[in-house]
């Protein structure tokens, strides 16, 4: 095909596009563009993200699908995700990946302030400098900094009944998503059963086991931490409270106490403020918490 057979077959397809094309330059100006009408509704595609997993199946044609559907009201797993050939399909691939997206923006971006405002805390940072160090150096995550010490025994009263900390973990979704509906029925439900409670603070960068530390700088008689789960393909915003009775440099993880899989898709938040409530007042009559609540 020559130059010329080109440039015959641009300006031909040019002008049943309705443009004009200018001498044998096919450059056109923006004016001359036709401006057409959004797609209607039917032309977009479908949130993936409201479909839930339980109800979501690919496979044609079911033998049994009742069945089918009863498996997967169990769980939130990916039953029934189907393929084409060896290869998932364009939906359930995508779905993957966006899940994938949600769980790695959970862990690394930082709570809301807005948040921790709202639920009046006081916030401080463990010996953590950034989110780096924060994923690969969990020691450090267990430790308050000096600056933290400072502020948590001027803000807090010391050897209160129970003291509540809320840690962002390795989910900050998870705070955000749970907290402002766990914690007024944590305190409602701690004030009904007589507790006195501390002043509730917020800690950047955090692990479980820095409850250890706040308890030996407080001595609560019980120590509640609200984390961030690791998250995962299922959810991004699962939260864990975790409690212990005198926590200090002693402690080993079967002393803890936990309750996990806070939100609205497992344990709902306002539920689990209540019962974590409960189990506390446990912890408190009994003196003891993880296995040794339980002999």
Same mark, same amino acid.
């Given at each position: 095909?020559?130059?010329?057979?080109?440039?015959?077959?641009?300006?031909?397809?040019?002008?049943?596009?309705?443009?004009?094309?200018?001498?044998?330059?096919?450059?056109?100006? !923006?004016?001359?563009?036709?401006?057409?009408?959004c797609c209607?509704?039917?032309?977009?595609?479908?949130?993936?993200?409201?479909?839930?997993?339980?109800e979501w199946?690919?496979?044609?044609?079911?033998?049994?699908? @009742?069945?089918?559907?009863?498996?997967?009201s169990?769980?939130?797993?990916?039953?029934?995700?189907?393929? !084409?050939?060896?290869?998932?399909?364009v939906d359930?691939?995508?779905?993957?990946?966006?899940?994938? !997206?949600?769980?790695?923006?959970?862990?690394?971006?930082?709570?809301?302030? @807005?948040?921790?405002?709202?639920?009046?805390?006081?916030?401080?940072?463990?010996?953590?400098?950034?989110?780096?160090?924060?994923?690969?150096?969990?020691?450090l995550?267990?430790k308050?900094? @000096? @600056?933290?010490?400072?502020?948590?025994?001027?803000?807090?009263?010391?050897?209160?009944?129970?003291?509540?900390?809320?840690?962002?973990?390795?989910?900050?979704?998870?705070?955000?998503?749970n907290?402002?509906?766990?914690?007024?029925?944590?305190?409602?439900?701690?004030?009904?059963?007589g507790?006195?409670?501390?002043?509730?603070?917020?800690?950047?960068?955090?692990?479980?086991?820095?409850?250890?530390?706040i308890?030996?700088?407080?001595?609560?008689?019980?120590?509640?931490?609200?984390?961030?789960?690791?998250?995962?393909?299922?959810?991004?915003k699962?939260?864990?409270?975790?409690?212990?009775?005198k926590p200090?440099?002693?402690?080993?993880?079967?002393?803890?106490?936990?309750?996990?899989?806070?939100?609205?898709?497992?344990?709902p938040?306002?539920?689990?403020?209540?019962?974590?409530?409960?189990?506390?007042?446990?912890?408190?009559?009994?003196?003891?918490?993880?296995?040794?609540?339980?002999?």
């Open positions: 095909m020559s130059e010329k057979d080109i440039r015959d077959l641009v300006e031909s397809v040019i002008k049943e596009l309705n443009i004009k094309a200018v001498g044998g330059n096919t450059a056109i100006s !923006a004016s001359d563009i036709p401006i057409e009408e209607d509704e039917g032309d977009i595609l479908p949130d993936l993200g409201t479909k839930e997993l339980s199946s690919e496979i044609p044609n079911p033998e049994d699908p @009742e069945g089918l559907a009863r498996l997967k169990t769980t939130p797993a990916r039953l029934g995700i189907w393929r !084409a050939g060896t290869r998932f399909k359930p691939w995508l779905r993957f990946k966006m899940d994938l !997206a949600s769980a790695k923006d959970a862990v690394l971006k930082e709570v809301d302030p @807005e948040i921790i405002d709202k639920l009046g805390l006081f916030t401080v940072q463990t010996v953590v400098e950034n989110k780096d160090q924060y994923l690969t150096r969990p020691d995550g267990r308050l900094s @000096e @600056e933290a010490k400072e502020k948590i025994l001027k803000e807090c009263p010391k050897s209160a009944d129970v003291q509540l900390v809320v840690a962002d973990g390795l989910s900050s979704t998870a705070i955000e998503a907290a402002l509906d766990f914690i007024p029925a944590f305190e409602q439900a701690i004030k009904n059963y507790l006195k409670m501390g002043k509730p603070f917020f800690v950047k960068y955090a692990r479980v086991a820095l409850m250890d530390d308890g030996e700088l407080l001595s609560p008689t019980v120590l509640v931490e609200l984390i961030g789960e690791r998250p995962g393909l299922v959810t991004a699962s939260m864990s409270a975790y409690m212990c009775y200090n440099k002693n402690t080993i993880e079967s002393d803890r106490t936990l309750v996990s899989n806070i939100h609205d898709g497992g344990l938040p306002i539920e689990a403020g209540a019962h974590v409530a409960s189990i506390v007042k446990k912890i408190f009559d009994a003196k003891a918490s993880g296995l040794k609540l339980n002999e």
